[in-house]
């Protein structure tokens, strides 16, 4: 019964910023990793960013020094911040988990929120 729900998408102009939010609610031990993923039309989900509940992280290469992901274990969040934002950074963006519940350890997604960059 862990549900995500990701906030903070909508349309906006070429080098512009935009600060993603996704938060899990429900019975939740812990939060192992949390991540962003995206996927634009006629193109596979990848990766952008992705975090553990140390706080290390990982960028795709095309999103390094651009975005910047982080957590919040006490509000069971994880944010993205999206800068110097380009055309083809348009996509659904889809969070992902991996959570600890009291019955199953396992992923979780988001249903996704657009971001669209153009002027």
């Known amino acids: 019964q862990v549900q995500l729900v990701e906030s903070g998408g909508g349309l906006v102009q070429p080098g512009g910023s935009l600060r993603l939010s996704c938060a899990a609610s429900g019975s939740i031990f812990r939060l192992n990793a949390m991540g962003w993923y995206r996927q634009a039309p006629r193109k596979e989900r990848e990766l952008v960013a992705h975090?553990?509940?140390?706080?290390?992280?990982n960028y795709a290469d095309s999103v390094k020094g651009r975005f910047t992901i982080s957590g919040d274990n006490a509000k069971n969040t994880v944010n993205l911040q999206m800068n110097s934002l380009r055309p083809e950074d348009t996509a659904v963006y889809y969070c992902?988990?991996?959570?600890?519940?009291?019955?199953?350890?396992?992923?979780?997604w988001g249903q996704g929120t657009q971001v669209t960059v153009s002027s």
């Open positions: 992902k988990a991996m959570i600890r519940t009291m019955t199953v350890l396992r992923e979780y």
């Open positions: 975090i553990t509940s140390d706080g290390s992280t």
